[in-house]
Nanobody, 125 residues
Framework: QVQLVESGGGLVQAGGSLRLSCAAS????????MGWFRQAPGKEREFVAA????????YYADSVKGRFTISRDNAKNTLYLQMNNLNPEDTAVYYC??????????????????WGQGTQVTVSS
């Protein structure tokens, strides 16, 4: 099991940027594929982005492609999500997650075993 703690959320105006971080502890971070999901009020949790354990592959939801960038620093046991050109539709609680699957299965919440507690992102118009 790996423990995950997100940070970096907050209130930002439309068009602004935020960088989320997810600090991992407990198990070897580099053996996990990592993902970001988000959940807005009244909506289901949705996939945002994922990155393979070896950093060679990344995946994005169509809604964030070209605006968000996922990255990881295995030496620091940390996952990042750089979010640019934010819009009000990006408002949600953002969660990081760790799992052992690979490929397109990383788009599915069931592919992940461990989750953080979430960090709120609010984008005002």
């Amino acid at each position: 099991q790996v423990q995950l703690v997100e940070s970096g959320g907050g209130l930002v105006q439309a068009g602004g940027s935020l960088r989320l971080s997810c600090a991992a502890s407990g198990r070897t971070f580099s053996v996990y594929s990592m993902g970001w999901f988000r959940q807005a009020p009244g909506k289901e949790r949705e996939f945002v982005a994922a990155i393979s354990m070896n950093v060679r592959s990344s995946y994005y939801a169509d809604s964030v492609k070209g605006r968000f960038t996922i990255s990881r620093d295995n030496a620091k046991n940390t996952l990042y999500l750089q979010m640019n050109n934010l819009n009000p539709e990006d408002t949600a609680v953002y969660y990081c997650a760790a799992g052992r699957r690979i490929g397109d299965k990383l788009r599915e919440p069931r592919s992940y075993d461990d989750w953080g507690q979430g960090t709120q992102v609010t984008v005002s118009s």
